[in-house]
Nanobody, 123 residues
Framework: QVQLVESGGGLVQAGGSLRLSCTAS????????MGWFRQAPGKDREFVAD????????NYSASVKGRFTISRDNAKDTVYLQMNSLKTEDTGVYYC????????????????WGQGTQVTVSS
């Protein structure tokens, strides 16, 4: 079982930036992917981005592509989400997720989840 701990959320004005971090512990498969999801109040959890632990081209949702960047540091067992040009609609709880085999998209495809970190973007 992989455990995930997120950090880096907070309050920021529209147009600003935040960087989220997610540190994993436990056995990480070389075929694994790490992803970020978010959930706004009253809405379903939605995919933001994911990346293979081994590298390669990440996936992004259309709503964040060009503004957010996912990256990983294997030596630190950490994945990051750099969020630039933030909009009020980016507000929500951001979750880190782990999938044992390959990139995913739907929440049910990911086996482990962090506790979430709140991101609030004010106008």
């Amino acid at each position: 079982q992989v455990q995930l701990v997120e950090s880096g959320g907070g309050l920021v004005q529209a147009g600003g930036s935040l960087r989220l971090s997610c540190t994993a512990s436990g056995h990480i498969f070389s075929s694994a992917a790490m992803g970020w999801f978010r959930q706004a109040p009253g809405k379903d959890r939605e995919f933001v981005a994911d990346i293979l632990w081994s590298g390669g081209v990440p996936n992004y949702s259309a709503s964040v592509k060009g503004r957010f960047t996912i990256s990983r540091d294997n030596a630190k067992d950490t994945v990051y989400l750099q969020m630039n040009s933030l909009k009020t609609e980016d507000t929500g709880v951001y979750y880190c997720a782990y999938r044992r085999y390959g990139l995913g998209y739907w929440p049910h495809e990911f086996e482990s989840w962090g506790q979430g970190t709140q991101v609030t973007v004010s106008s």
